[in-house]
């Protein structure tokens, strides 16, 4: 695909959602083939978790600040626990690849209807320094992006990593 | 806990629309199936449990190695880029 901007839609059923940077999703209803978006889809200022993160079963509402100028890194700050905090990244930038499958029903606590777009963000784990830095691309974060509502979800597809390094994947 | 004895066939329902269903024992292997509605999650519990690790790893991520990573991407790190602390979470932005 040659677009530059990032939606993809994603189809009941079979369907497959590709993006080249893969941040932004539509859900349509039907056989629709998969198709990019006119613009991309802007990330709310905050979020609600319609269902918790594995985890932080108490921890639903987050605010959204972006990291940098590029649109890559963004954290995700809890509104009840100062200092609680994840850094997620557009994954397109580090995995240009990554277009895992996803269906309206997977997301169907997000309460979106067909047309709606989400985004696609993956939790982003650095400790000691950039180099051991990891994203997790198992089970990423999907944010409707209309709705403010979003859910940490475990993709059926068991080989993808928990732990895929962040700027080997960047060269 | 409920234990139950299922013979290699046989099912189990659990609420109204979950059916757990032995499809093969094999060994110390049990094959099951699930027939479940596409909102109600089924995961391996020790993926589940990963995932859970993984989270409770990446919150602890420090700002340092968070600083660190941004530049690594080529941000202005001061100066005329945004702040950090911005509320400006457009990821259209400049990107183009």
Redesign the interface.
């Known amino acids: 695909m040659k677009h530059?901007t990032?939606g993809v839609s994603i189809e009941r059923g079979t369907s497959e959602a590709r993006s080249d940077l893969a941040?932004g999703v539509s859900i349509e209803r039907g056989t629709s083939l998969v198709s990019a978006l006119p613009?991309?889809?802007?990330?709310?200022?905050q979020i609600t978790f319609a269902?918790p993160?594995?985890?932080?079963e108490d921890e639903r509402d987050f605010?959204?600040?972006?990291?940098?100028?590029?649109?890559?890194?963004?954290?995700l700050r809890s509104a009840k626990t100062p200092g609680?905090?994840?850094?997620v990244a557009?994954p397109g930038?580090f995995f240009p690849d990554y277009a895992p499958l996803l269906?309206a029903?997977?997301v169907?606590?997000l309460g979106v209807a067909d047309g709606d777009e989400v985004?696609l963000l993956v939790?982003?784990?650095?400790?000691?320094?950039?180099t051991d830095?990891t994203a997790?691309l198992?089970?990423p974060i999907v944010i409707a992006a209309d709705r403010g509502t979003a859910q940490?979800l475990?993709l059926a597809d068991?080989d993808l990593p928990?732990?895929a390094p962040?700027?080997r994947q960047?060269g | 806990m409920l234990i139950l004895t299922r013979r290699v066939g046989e099912s189990i329902v659990v609420g109204d629309d979950i059916v757990l269903t032995v499809f093969e024992v094999r060994g110390d292997a049990v094959r099951i199936g699930i027939e479940a509605p596409r909102s109600v999650k089924v995961n391996r519990k020790e993926i589940y449990e990963e995932i859970q690790r993984s989270n409770a790893q990446a919150v602890s991520s420090s700002d340092d190695a968070v600083d660190a990573l941004r530049g690594a991407l080529g941000t202005p790190a001061d100066g005329a880029g945004p702040s950090a602390a911005g509320g400006d979470a457009d990821p259209a932005g400049p990107r183009r």
């Open positions: 530059s990032v941040t613009r991309t889809p802007t990330l709310p200022d269902t993160i594995p985890g932080f605010t959204v600040s972006a990291l940098d100028a590029h649109g890559v890194l963004y954290a609680l905090r994840f850094v557009a930038r269906d029903s997977d169907s606590a985004l939790i982003v784990t650095v400790t000691n320094g950039i830095a997790n198992l089970a940490q475990v068991a928990l732990r962040l700027l960047a």
